[in-house]
């Protein structure tokens, strides 16, 4: 009973894909399940969980929008890594996105645009300066603010479009 219950899913993911296939105007192929992909030689275990944390830190990243000191940005290609790994769906919609699909096309291409420069160089700013108001620890404070000077050197080096 317990093969016709995994033979049943198994038809249902084959069914679902044939139609996101179908959607994009594609062949319709469907890689063997059971198997580690073709693509990267990875199991569906590995799928399931690189794809829990595309949209885990994709969540994360919305929250850091409005929450004061939550990084964004890496929570952002942390979810673009992922989903590229472990759903063609989930990436093609992060990719779609109007605020973050431009940002991350250019991020891939190896730019940035001078106003995102500009934003992480005030967001790294007003962070260090709220560290170094609110921590006792002075050695604490001096290594954050060296990592985010490090970041910025590197940041502003890369090309812009």
């Known amino acids: 009973m317990v093969m016709c219950g995994l033979r049943g899913s198994e038809g249902t993911r084959r069914r679902r894909w044939r139609q996101w296939q179908r959607r994009r105007g594609q062949q319709a192929t469907v890689?063997?399940?059971?198997?580690?992909?073709?693509?990267?030689?990875?199991?569906?275990?590995?799928?399931?969980?690189?794809?829990?944390?595309?949209?885990?830190?994709?969540?994360?990243?919305?929250?850091g929008v409005v929450t004061p000191g939550l990084p964004t940005t890496e929570f952002v290609l942390l979810a673009a890594w992922a989903a590229a790994r472990s759903s063609?769906?989930?990436?093609?919609?992060?990719?779609?996105?109007?605020?973050?699909?431009?940002?991350?096309?250019?991020?891939?291409?190896?730019?940035?645009?001078?106003?995102?420069?500009?934003a992480?160089?005030?967001?790294?700013?007003?962070?260090?300066?709220?560290?170094a108001l609110t921590i006792p620890h002075r050695l604490s404070v001096l290594i954050i603010v060296a990592c985010m000077a490090c970041v910025l050197f590197w940041l502003w080096r890369k090309p812009e479009p």
């Open 120 to 131: 992480a160089t005030a967001s790294m700013t007003a962070a260090g300066t709220f560290a």
């Open 31 to 63: 890689p063997s399940l059971s198997a580690p992909s073709a693509a990267g030689g990875m199991g569906s275990v590995q799928r399931v969980l690189l794809r829990m944390l595309a949209v885990l830190s994709l969540g994360v990243a919305f929250i």
């Open 88 to 118: 063609p769906a989930l990436h093609a919609w992060i990719m779609r996105n109007r605020l973050l699909g431009p940002l991350l096309a250019q991020w891939q291409s190896g730019r940035l645009p001078r106003r995102a420069k500009w």
